[in-house]
C-alpha cells in the first residue's frame, strides 16, 4: 500500500512559478513510477507527467513540454513537479499517482492516487 500526499498548489498569476510535491509512504518508493495528472472543472482528468523509479526516463503532455519538469528524491519518498510560465489553462486540481508499471500510469490507470491540490492561475 502506498500513500500519497501532495502539497505546493496555490493561487499564481500568469507567467509565474509553482514546484509541487508529493510526499510517499512505503519502503520500495524506488520501485514505483511516479506521475502527475490534473482535472479541469467540467474535464477529465488528464495526464501530465511521470518519471520511472530510477528518476532517469520522463515523459510528458504536450502542452506543458519545455515548462514543466518533473523530477524526484528517492531518499526523500518525494516527487517534485516544477511548473514555469503558467497559464491560466493550467488551472486544474494536480494529483501525484504510483504504479510498479509506467504503462498504467501513462493510461491514468495507476493503482495509487493522492488527494489532489489545486493549482490556480489568474491572468
Known amino acids: 500500500q502506498v500513500q500519497l500526499v501532495e502539497s505546493g498548489g496555490g493561487l499564481v498569476q500568469a507567467g509565474g512559478s509553482l514546484r509541487l510535491s508529493c510526499a510517499a509512504s512505503?519502503?520500495?518508493?524506488?520501485?514505483?513510477?511516479m506521475g502527475w495528472f490534473r482535472q479541469a472543472p467540467g474535464k477529465h482528468r488528464a495526464f501530465v507527467a511521470a518519471i520511472t523509479g530510477s528518476g532517469t526516463d520522463t515523459y510528458y503532455e504536450d502542452s506543458v513540454k519545455g515548462r514543466f519538469t518533473i523530477s524526484r528524491d528517492n531518499a526523500k519518498n518525494t516527487v517534485y513537479l516544477q511548473m514555469n510560465s503558467l497559464k491560466p489553462e493550467d488551472t486544474a486540481v494536480y494529483y501525484c499517482?504510483?504504479?510498479?508499471?509506467?504503462?498504467?500510469?501513462?493510461?491514468?490507470?495507476?493503482?495509487?492516487w493522492g488527494q489532489g491540490t489545486q493549482v490556480t492561475v489568474s491572468s
Open positions: 499517482a504510483a504504479d510498479s508499471d509506467l504503462g498504467s500510469v501513462i493510461s491514468r490507470n495507476p493503482d495509487y
Open positions: 512505503g519502503r520500495t518508493f524506488s520501485s514505483y513510477t
